[in-house]
């Protein structure tokens, strides 16, 4: 046979039957305990990034006047300071 012609072909095996194709027609893993774990994963980020933002700031304000001067902003938190939820 040519080239055009097995193109439009499935693969067969070596007994005439259609290759087995994995993973038609379902996920391998669940969807929903998937979603459920890549959410707490990132409620776990966003509780650490709010933590290490709140500790930056802590230590910058209890930094004295002149200090904070003499460090310039580079040293000053790059993070956004996190609101009180009081």
Do not use: C, F, I
């Not at 959410?39 to 930056?56: C, P």
């Amino acid at each position: 046979m040519s080239e055009s012609e097995t193109e439009g072909q499935t693969t067969r095996g070596p007994r005439g039957g259609k290759k087995h194709q994995p993973g038609r027609g379902h996920d391998r893993k669940s969807a929903p305990a998937k979603k459920k774990r890549y959410a707490e994963k990132a409620v776990q980020k966003r509780n650490a990034q709010e933590e290490k933002a709140k500790k930056e700031w802590r230590e910058w304000d209890e930094l004295s006047d002149e200090l904070k001067k003499l460090l310039g902003p580079k040293k000053k938190p790059k993070v956004r300071m996190p609101r009180d939820e009081s």
